[in-house]
Structure formats: structure tokens, C-alpha cells
């Protein structure tokens, strides 16, 4: 940490006055038990070595810090390199978390996973990381999701998961978070509730971000050995926000440049965006207190983009903290911006990324070309486009 960066959250959960924990009474006794066992499983040694076995064996860590030399020499400015979440077990990130939230609840002695989904990816890591240690699980998905993403639901019952539809509200995300905290309330003597980003009341903002940073610890030791040196520049998507946060932690207290890409959809103006920094304001909105897009009245307003996984009202809590210090940038790409990334890395470098991770990749061709040949940029590629291959022929009107 540098001098303005504190060690946060505080004992309650608050960013500087982001994130908290606004939840209904009868979930208080989940959480506070909740970051207990969390405080002492960081440090128990057992908890830490079994979690680092399996990210080795079954996550498949670290993964490869992969420098795109195609992709440099055709944008023509600053050196690629691309952190491969997209190589981890199950195609993206959330696995990190998945799996050792999964673990933390077996070692509470709870029976029963939960966890809601919007495009099914985080369900589907769920569904793996329950299937791994043995437990019960139940996936909350809005109907609309999974009409939409009904390969994604036949992959969480294979797993063993029961999927249940959500037909309340705008039947999806946020409908199906507001279902999940009302299980837990109810059952939160055997169940335990897996949040999928940095998102929701305390400790989720903090303990998620501490599984994820395992991302950034890898790519600091990764760039150092390939470069000797530092990288001048971070990009990641934010979505919740988890995948970056994941990669910047590492390198919070060094003077490095870091960029989040928020999906800036058809365009601000357009009202079709989910850039909450670009066109949202402060709110409280499922038990955190954080940037929202909401109208006059507060009421949340439904979000477009290409991206299921960056198609959110709102975004951690750390995030705000981190823009108030000016310590990180957030500017959004468009889904065309997006889509053209997208094709452009899966032609330069055979690698068909994630409609998110494309945002990434979207702004390292805005502001590669004008870095001098010698500068180090990283981009977290957090998860492989092969679940958006169908959706991006489609939009471009290819039967397949
Ligand atoms: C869910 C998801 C995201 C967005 O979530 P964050 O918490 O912001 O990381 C980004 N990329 C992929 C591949 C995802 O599945």
C-alpha cells in the first residue's frame, strides 16, 4: 500500500464511506459468522494449502502471463501480454472464487451451496465448486437468463445443481440476487450463500477480492521474470469488478497506470449502457452502498450490453475508493468497440476471448498505438468467448 492507499475495508465492512452492509436484520448472524470463519481460514494453514493445491491441480494456476506478439506488432505501440484467465478450469475467472468460497463453507460445516447467475458463468462455477467438495447446491436464475442461456442451465444440472427459475421483477440478475439473500435467511443453518464479485454486504467486497488477488500476485512474479521490470499499465473489464480488482491488487502500492472498462453499451446517451461511473450515481442497492444507476426516484435502471457479465446496475464498492484516490481510471468501451476486439485478437493471436474481456482488449487498441515500443501493458483476459460464439454471429446476422 502507498501512503494514500489504506488498508481497507474497516472493521465494518466501509470503503470511505462505500460498500457497508445494508441487509435486513435476519441476515446479520450469516455474515458476522461468515467473516469469522473467513478471518481465521486466512489464517489457517490447512485452509490455505488445500486451496492452493487445488488451484494448482484443478484450476489449472498459475496461468500462463502470454506475451501477444501479433497483436503488439499490429497495433504497433506498447508490449501485450495477456494474464490467460480465460486457461482456468470451467473458461474464466469466477473459478477462483467458486471453488474456495465452496471450500470455506465445507470447513464451516455447512451442507448446502447457493448462488445466483446472471449468464449462468458464475452459476456453472458454483455448480463445479460444489461438485468438488461434495455439498448441495442451488442456482437462482431469472427465467430470462435462462431462456437465454439455456446451454448454461443444462451444464449446472449435469453438475448435479437444481436450478431454479426466478420470475419476479425484470426475471434476471438482480431479481434472482434478491432471491438468493431471501434462501439464505431462511437456511442459513446449513446453507451458505457463494456472491460471485466484489459486490453486497460485508465481508463479500473484501473477501472476494482477496480470492481473486491471487491473479495479480501470479502476473507481478510473471512479468518480472519476463521483463525485468514492471508494467507501466493495467487493463481490465469491470463488471462487479472482481477480475480487476483481482489483477490491480498487486500492484496498488507501485505507480503503474491501471484502466477498468465498463460496458458502455450502445452508448451513454443512449441510455443503454451498464457504465455506472460514466452515467450513474451513489445509492444502496443489494447491501452496499456504491455507484448505481438508478433514476430521480432511485429506482434501479435495467442495463444493456453485449456482455451478460458486465450487464450490472452497479459495481463494488472498492472501486469507488480507488476513483475518489484517482489510483485507478474507469472509461467504457461500446458493444461495436467490443465485438471489433473481439474478432481482432481471435485473428492476430487464435485466441477467441470473452465478450467482456473484448472491453479490455477494446481499450488497449485505443491507447497501445500511441505508447512508446518499450512500454508493458497487461490485460486480463478473464474468461474464452466459446459461450459467445453463437450470440456474436447472430448480431451479425450468420445462421449457423
Ligand atoms: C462475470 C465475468 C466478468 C465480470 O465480472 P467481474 O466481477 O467484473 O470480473 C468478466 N469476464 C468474464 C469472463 C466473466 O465471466
Avoid at 68 to 94: F, M, P, S
Avoid at 152 to 176: I, P, Q, Y
Amino acid at each position: 500500500m502507498n501512503k494514500k492507499t489504506k488498508k481497507l475495508p474497516d472493521g465494518k465492512g466501509h470503503f470511505n464511506g462505500y460498500g457497508g452492509r445494508f441487509v435486513p436484520e435476519t441476515l446479520m448472524p450469516a455474515l458476522i459468522e461468515l467473516e469469522q470463519a473467513y478471518k481465521k481460514c486466512k489464517k489457517d494453514k490447512e485452509f490455505l494449502s488445500e486451496l492452493e493445491l487445488l488451484q494448482k491441480t484443478y484450476i489449472g494456476r498459475p496461468t500462463p502471463l502470454y506475451f501477444a506478439r501479433r497483436l503488439t506488432e499490429n497495433l504497433g505501440g506498447a508490449k501485450i501480454y495477456l494474464k490467460r484467465e480465460d486457461l482456468c478450469h470451467t473458461g474464466a475467472h469466477k473459478i477462483n472464487n467458486a471453488l474456495a468460497q465452496a471450500l470455506l463453507a465445507k470447513k464451516m460445516g455447512k451442507t448446502r451451496l447457493i448462488a445466483e447467475t446472471g449468464a449462468g458463468q458464475h452459476g456453472v462455477a458454483t455448480a463445479t465448486g460444489a461438485a468438488l467438495v461434495g455439498l448441495e447446491c442451488e442456482i437462482y436464475m431469472g427465467s430470462e437468463d435462462m431462456r437465454r442461456q439455456s446451454m448454461n442451465v443444462f451444464r449446472m444440472r449435469l453438475l448435479g445443481a437444481k436450478v431454479t427459475e426466478v420470475t419476479t421483477g425484470s426475471k434476471t440478475l438482480k431479481d434472482a440476487i434478491s432471491e438468493s439473500l431471501r434462501d439464505w435467511t431462511t437456511n442459513v443453518r446449513n446453507t451458505h450463500y457463494i456472491l460471485g464479485t466484489v459486490f453486497g454486504p460485508h465481508p463479500y467486497p473484501e473477501m472476494v477480492r482477496d480470492f481473486q488477488s491471487v491473479i495479480g500476485q501470479e502476473a507481478r512474479r510473471q512479468i518480472l521474470k519476463a521483463e525485468k521490470k514492471l508494467p507501466d499499465c493495467l487493463i481490465a473489464c469491470v463488471g462487479g469488478g472482481s477480475n480487476s480488482i483481482g489483477l490491480f491488487y498487486a500492484f496498488l502500492q507501485n505507480n503503474i497506470r491501471m484502466i477498468g472498462v465498463e460496458a458502455g453499451g450502445k452508448g451513454i446517451e443512449s441510455g443503454l449502457h451498464a457504465a455506472r461511473f460514466a452515467g450513474g450515481s451513489l445509492g444502496v442497492f443489494q447491501g452496499c452502498k456504491s455507484y448505481l444507476l438508478q433514476d430521480d426516484d432511485g429506482n434501479v435502471l435495467t442495463t444493456h450490453s453485449v456482455s451478460a457479465g458486465l450487464d450490472y446496475a452497479s459495481v463494488g464498492p472498492e472501486h469507488c475508493y480507488l476513483r475518489d484516490l484517482n489510483r485507478i481510471e474507469y472509461t467504457y468501451a461500446t458493444d461495436d468497440e467490443a465485438m471489433k476486439a473481439f474478432e481482432l485478437l481471435s485473428r492476430t493471436e487464435g485466441i477467441i476471448p470473452a465478450l467482456e474481456s473484448a472491453h479490455a482488449i477494446a481499450e488497449t487498441v485505443k491507447i497501445a498505438p500511441a505508447m512508446p515500443k518499450d512500454a508493458v501493458i497487461i490485460v486480463n483476459l478473464s474468461g474464452r468467448g466459446d459461450k459467445d460464439v453463437q450470440e456474436v454471429a447472430r448480431i451479425k446476422g450468420i445462421t449457423l
